[in-house]
């Protein structure tokens, strides 16, 4: 369980305050909506740890992650525009979600594996400039994989997509959140995408979040 208790935060140079307390489970899509501005990636930025607030407490299954780095905390990130290297194969980039060192025989399962996993299993070889915005994301998702963090937040990563593709990939991210018992956490102003998603809800307004 993820949960946050009364995480604060001020802007500098800002008025605006946040307070914010939510509880996200595993297994499940917790989704946060707001206006544009409201502060939704800074949510987002104070789970990975981006964002240092001044006072609350953020823990997973109990286990305080304030005093976490970025990169020591057990999240990844979907963005909206998705975050690959177009030069480099699908399988190329997949590869960087896997610790250094990891055997040559045993990335290469591993990454077959994931791109098998999101429906992709003949891309190995593609260079990622020729992918579609829908397979990007696949890809994207694929490195999530490898990562094997329980915590996956989602930065509006379906806003860049036609409608079919977007109800595609939705599909797979709630099918990956079940199977592999992620706490998944969406940020998102489009309706459509929280009503197919979310099992619990947040509303995020004036630096608060409201339970819906």
């Avoid at 286990?63 to 030069?87: C, K, M, Y």
């Avoid at 579609?132 to 379906?158: C, I, Y």
């Amino acid at each position: 369980m993820l949960q946050a208790d009364h995480l604060t935060f001020t802007h500098l140079g800002a008025s605006r305050h946040f307070d914010l307390s939510f509880t996200a489970l595993p297994g499940e899509i917790t989704a946060v909506s707001g206006q544009s501005g409201a502060g939704k990636s800074t949510l987002l930025d104070l789970i990975a740890g981006f964002l240092t607030p001044s006072a609350g407490r953020l823990s997973l299954d109990g286990h305080d992650l304030l005093p976490l780095p970025p990169e020591a905390r057990p999240v990844s990130i979907l963005f909206q525009s998705e975050t690959l290297f177009d030069h480099l194969t699908a399988a190329r980039n997949i590869e960087l979600g896997l610790p250094r060192g990891t055997p040559a025989a045993k990335r290469a399962a591993l990454v077959a594996a994931a791109l098998g996993e999101v429906g992709l299993p003949n891309l190995l070889r593609q260079r990622a400039e020729t992918l579609s915005g829908g397979e990007k994301q696949r890809v994207a998702l694929a490195r999530t994989l490898l990562r094997n963090r329980p915590v996956l937040l989602l930065d509006e990563p379906f806003s860049a997509l036609d409608d079919e593709t977007r109800a595609t990939i939705r599909l797979l991210v709630r099918s990956l959140t079940e199977k592999h018992g992620w706490t998944t956490l969406l940020v998102s102003h489009h309706a459509d995408d929280v009503e197919a998603l979310a099992a619990r809800r947040y509303q995020l307004e004036d630096g608060k979040l409201r339970e819906v």
